[in-house]
């Protein structure tokens, strides 16, 4: 599976992204697909992962309410529709494929994209 991750780019405080991220290969709708996210001099950290449906997401309390994460199946693709953007949400954000356990944690992950940058300005 290849994971890559499109819709990075510089916004202001306030504003709108939608990142996209594409699978090549087949992923199953039976494990996570995520959002990871590093800033600068940070770890990388977890911010949304789905599961089967959108009945089924999980987010880091840091964005919970301002994103939202999605998938299409049928198209191998999910989504991270970020809203409300704040300076704190800078850093290059991962897509993941097939993550057992929680979902929560990048080493339950198989499957990494290269990432894609996204600078929120004050």
């Known amino acids: 599976v290849q994971l890559q991750a499109s819709g990075g780019g510089l916004v202001q405080a306030g504003g709108s992204l939608r990142l996209s991220c594409a699978a090549s290969?087949?992923?199953?709708?039976?494990?996570?697909m995520g959002w990871f996210r590093q800033a600068p001099g940070k770890e990388r950290e977890f911010v949304a992962a789905?599961?089967?449906?959108?009945?089924?997401?999980y987010y880091a309390d840091s964005v919970k309410g301002r994103f939202t994460i999605s998938r299409d199946n049928a198209k191998n693709m999910v989504y991270l529709q970020m809203n409300s953007l704040k300076p704190e949400d800078t850093a290059v954000y991962y897509c993941?494929?097939?993550?057992?356990?929680?979902?929560?944690?990048?080493?339950?992950?198989?499957?990494w994209g290269k990432g894609t940058q996204v600078t929120v300005s004050s």
């Open positions: 290969g087949r992923t199953s709708s039976r494990y996570y």
């Open positions: 789905i599961i089967n449906s959108e009945d089924n997401t």
């Open positions: 993941a494929a097939e993550g057992g356990g929680s979902g929560n944690f990048a080493y339950e992950y198989d499957y």
